[in-house]
């Protein structure tokens, strides 16, 4: 979608602009949402939304919009370079977003790895009113805390 101001450049920002009570939106590209914040004092809010618009994975060069067109990632580093846009999502379809799927057979979690797994399947006790279960855990979490807390 081209720039509704300058129908020269690809919209990345989408503005509602409210005139006489009638709100109207608009799609307006980076360069004039610079324009416009450089003619008057429009919120900071503005120059977060150019910036994260503007976000361009460095390995294949997926942009946030094609990101929103397409719903796929280009390569891993896209997961890292819009981590921000894709982690609500991620979170939203997965119910977290950290893996926790199959390991290697030899693979020895970190400590950290595994005080977060007993703390989930410390909750789901707590949800599922196993509270015996709940407390058990509780107790190797505090044992785990303490062997691997910093001295």
Avoid at 8 to 17: G, K, L, R, S
Avoid at 22 to 41: D, F, K, N, P, T
Avoid at 121 to 135: R, V
Wanted: glycine fraction near 4%; hydrophobic fraction near 35%; charge should be negative.
């Amino acid at each position: 979608m081209l720039c509704d101001r300058c129908h020269a450049h690809p919209a990345y920002i989408n503005m509602q602009v409210t005139v006489n009570g009638l709100a109207r939106q608009q799609h307006i590209c980076v360069h004039c949402a610079q324009a416009i914040q450089g003619a008057s004092e429009l919120p900071s809010i503005l120059s977060w939304d150019i910036r994260r618009s503007a976000l361009r994975c460095d390995v294949c060069g997926m942009s946030q919009q094609e990101l929103t067109n397409s719903a796929r990632v280009g390569c891993a580093k896209c997961y890292d370079v819009f981590a921000n846009i894709l982690t609500p999502y991620i979170r939203q379809i997965h119910g977290q977003a950290e893996y926790v799927g199959d390991t290697p057979p030899n693979y020895t979690p970190s400590p950290a790895e595994q005080l977060r797994k007993l703390q989930r399947h410390m909750q789901s006790a707590i949800e599922q009113q196993n509270f015996e279960e709940a407390a058990r855990l509780r107790d190797e979490i505090k044992v785990l805390e303490v062997q691997h807390e910093p001295n």
